[in-house]
């Protein structure tokens, strides 16, 4: 054994560190384990989720247009006057009234022989997560929303807005037992380039927004 090993200096330093080793390992052990909070959701609920389904599907590329039950039929004729479609598909018949009296030409289905430029359709769910919008077979003889017209307009009204698509599937489920009818699909709109157009295969969203008042 060397003198210098010897040294009180250095017996000291080594006694130091391994009590500093032996406090560590006994508040290792001591300590509590971190508390993980598992009940919190991984998204915070949206008091307002109106104004989150707005902002996610104007974000989208959706055109909104709200409106209440009287100036409704005002905004909608406007829209068709100003676009002015060559064929539109109408697929509910309580808006037939409606175009007649602004002489509107529309038809209740499609006809091989002509292209259809925008179809109008009901939609009973609108998502506010994701800005997405449902459609079911109801006001539809058709089995999907798109390959129908290059614009896609929408009518919805403010009721129908759910959270996220967990209560999306909740009001699915409740339709199903009612048999008020099923679901089929959930579209998002989306945004072409400036050097791109709409297609029937991608439609521009177009949404009449209705307020109960």
């Keep these: 054994m060397s003198p210098k090993s010897l040294d009180p200096n250095i017996i000291a330093s080594k006694e130091q ?5 032996r406090n560590s390992l006994i508040n290792k052990k001591s300590s509590s384990p971190i508390k993980i909070d598992t009940t919190t959701p991984l998204f915070t609920k949206n008091d307002d989720i109106i104004r989150q389904f707005v902002s996610n599907f104007r974000n989208a590329g959706g055109i909104f247009i709200p409106c209440t039950k009287e100036n409704f039929s005002e905004r ?5 006057n100003g676009k002015k479609y060559n064929f539109i598909l109408n697929s509910n018949k309580s808006l037939n009234k409606i175009l007649e009296s602004a002489r509107i030409s529309y038809s209740d289905f499609i006809e091989t022989d002509k292209p259809v430029d925008a179809a109008i359709i ?13 459609f079911s077979q109801k006001y539809s003889l058709y089995p999907s929303v798109l390959n129908l017209g290059k614009d896609i307009i929408v009518i919805a009204f403010i009721d129908h807005v759910v959270e996220d698509i ?13 048999k008020t009818g099923v679901f089929t699909e959930l579209i998002t709109p989306t945004k072409v380039r400036e050097d791109q157009e709409y297609s029937p295969e991608n439609p521009q969203i177009i949404l009449f927004f209705i307020q109960n008042s």
């Design 17 to 21: 560190i391994r009590k500093n080793i």
């Design 166 to 178: 967990g209560s999306a599937f909740q009001e699915i489920e409740k339709n199903i037992e009612q």
């Design 76 to 80: 909608l004729v406007y829209l068709l």
């Design 122 to 134: 009901y939609s009973d769910l609108l998502i506010a997560r994701s800005g997405s919008i449902g």
